[in-house]
C-alpha cells in the first residue's frame, strides 16, 4: 500500500510538472531523492517515462477536435479536414530535430552527462529568465501567429529546435523550451501552448516505447500496479492542469513560471551542494 502511495504522489506531480513549463526533470530529482520507490533501477527509469502516456491521454481527450482530421458528420461518412491533416504534418516537422537526437543516441549520451542535480538547476535558471526576459519584451506587443493554422513549416521547425534543447539538457523542460520559442518568434501565448501540447503526442509516445521495449514486458504483480495507478493519476491530474493553464494564460503571461524555475533552481543547488540531494 505504501508504494501504491509513492505512486500516486509521483502521478501528481508529473500531471503537474509536464504541462506547466517548470520542468517535470528538476522535480522528479528532489522528489526521487525524498521518495524512494522500492523498485529497480531500471524500472524506475522506465517508469518516469511511461507515466508520460497518461499525460499524453489527458491531451488527446481534451483536445480531440482540433487534433483527429476524421470527423464525422450527420452520421454519414468521414469527412477528411485538411487542416488537420497539415497540423499533423508541422507537428511531424518539429519533432525532426529532437528525432535526430535519439537515432543518433545523443539523448542518452546527454542524459547521463547532464542527469544530475547541478546541471538541472542551471536549466532550470536559464530558462526561467529567459520566460521574465521574453514576456516583458512582448508586453505591449501583438502576436504574430493567432492560430494554429497561422504556424508555418518553418515556425514549427524552429519551435522543434528548442524542444531539441530540452531533449539534450534535462531541466530545461519540454513545454517550456518549446513555448519559450514560439514566443521568441511571435507566437501567441494560446496557440504556443497548444502546439506543445500536441508536439508532445508524438515525442512522449515515442519514448514511452522505447522505454518500454528496452525494460522488456516482464512486470512484476507490484510493478504493474505501481506504473498502473502512476499513469492513470498522471492522467487525470493532468486534465486539471491543463484547463487551469489554458484559463490563466487568457489573461496572465508566463512570467510566474519564469520566477518559479528560478526559484526552484536555486532550491536545488542549495540541497545538492549541501549534501541533501545527490548531484
Not at 57 to 81: M, S, T
Not at 149 to 156: L, M, Q, R, S, Y
Not at 158 to 179: D, K, N, V
Request: proline share 3%; glycine share 8%; aromatic share 12%.
Amino acid at each position: 500500500m505504501l508504494e501504491i502511495l509513492k505512486a500516486i504522489l509521483f502521478g501528481v506531480v508529473e500531471g503537474i510538472t509536464e504541462w506547466l513549463p517548470v520542468s517535470s526533470t528538476g522535480h522528479m530529482i528532489i522528489l526521487d531523492e525524498f521518495i524512494k520507490l522500492d523498485c529497480t533501477p531500471e524500472f524506475l527509469e522506465m517508469f518516469l517515462v511511461v507515466i508520460q502516456l497518461g499525460a499524453i491521454l489527458a491531451v488527446i481527450i481534451l483536445f480531440w477536435n482540433k487534433i483527429f482530421p476524421f470527423q464525422f458528420k450527420d452520421k454519414k461518412k468521414p469527412v477528411i479536414e485538411m487542416d488537420k491533416i497539415w497540423l499533423w504534418l508541422k507537428i511531424v516537422v518539429a519533432c525532426i530535430p529532437a528525432g535526430m537526437v535519439v537515432v543518433l543516441g545523443l539523448d542518452e549520451v546527454c542524459e547521463e552527462k547532464f542527469y544530475h542535480a547541478v546541471p538541472v538547476a542551471i536549466a532550470l535558471i536559464v530558462f526561467g529568465i529567459a520566460f521574465i526576459i521574453i514576456e516583458r519584451r512582448n508586453k505591449g506587443k501583438e502576436a504574430q501567429v493567432n492560430s494554429l493554422e497561422d504556424i508555418t513549416f518553418k515556425t514549427a521547425f524552429i519551435i522543434g529546435m528548442f524542444q531539441l534543447i530540452a531533449a539534450l539538457f534535462p531541466g530545461t523542460s519540454r513545454s517550456g523550451a518549446t513555448i519559450v520559442g514560439a514566443l521568441l518568434i511571435g507566437v501567441s501565448r494560446t496557440v504556443s501552448s497548444e502546439f506543445t501540447f500536441f508536439l508532445a503526442i508524438p515525442v512522449m509516445l515515442g519514448a514511452s516505447l522505447l522505454k518500454m521495449l528496452k525494460f522488456g514486458f516482464a512486470f512484476t504483480g507490484m510493478e504493474l500496479a505501481i506504473l498502473g495507478v502512476g499513469t492513470v493519476v498522471a492522467f487525470v491530474v493532468s486534465i486539471v492542469v491543463i484547463k487551469f493553464l489554458m484559463d490563466y494564460i487568457k489573461k496572465h503571461d508566463f512570467q510566474v513560471f519564469g520566477w518559479y524555475r528560478i526559484v526552484l533552481g536555486a532550491i536545488v543547488i542549495l540541497l545538492g551542494v549541501s549534501g541533501v540531494i545527490s548531484v
